[in-house]
């Protein structure tokens, strides 16, 4: 059984303070593939989409990153209802003293306001399966390439009825991983700040 490795977030100081999903414009870069991310977070996240095109992979797609509170109360009620659905494994969550259920054939999500989405700090790889993962996780904890990027999965469990191999979180705060310092160095032209 494959083990995704997880590690505790760090959180960029300039988001003290902030309320989740309601982030101004300036604490956040946009990223190739569409939507934005907090500034370290974009910037080692175009370290890493640029070592895996080195490597033959391709990470220019996601399907999401910051998310801000309207877009998360969007999916959220798109995602679950206050009546059970059938959903094998069943995922609840609990939002305004009620039970919500995840709907068959849907993807978890936070409850709105509790997303690392939230903070710019989460993104979601578009098919994160065969080669793409395989290159994301490594060889083991030592050569996983999302943890030299700084970032980890939220559950380490591929069989937690909560996994998602596709999203990753940044969890470095403000020290930039060395892959990251590294590629800033050796790409000055790519103003991947």
Known sequence: MT?????????????????NGE?????LRPVKGGGQLEAHAATAWSAMQLAAYFDGIDLSKHVGAYRPLTAQKA?????????QTGRV???????GGKTWYLKKGMAPAGTPGTSNHGFGIAIDVASAS???LKW??????????????GFSWQV????????????????????????????????????LR
């Open 136 to 149: 994301l996780l490594g060889d083991g904890f030592l050569t996983c390439n999302a943890l030299k990027y």
């Open 89 to 95: 494994p069943q995922v609840t969550r609990t939002m």
């Open 75 to 83: 999916l959220f009620a798109q995602r679950y209802s206050t009546t």
């Open 3 to 19: 083990t995704y490795p997880v590690l505790p977030i760090i959180m960029p100081t300039k988001l003290k303070g902030f309320t």
């Open 156 to 191: 380490s469990d591929s069989k937690d009825k909560n996994f998602e191999a596709w999203h990753l979180q940044y969890f470095a705060g403000d020290t930039l991983p060395q892959a990251v310092v590294e590629a800033i160095e050796g790409f000055p032209d790519l103003d």
């Open 23 to 27: 982030l101004p414009d300036t604490l």
């Open 130 to 132: 065969g080669d793409r």
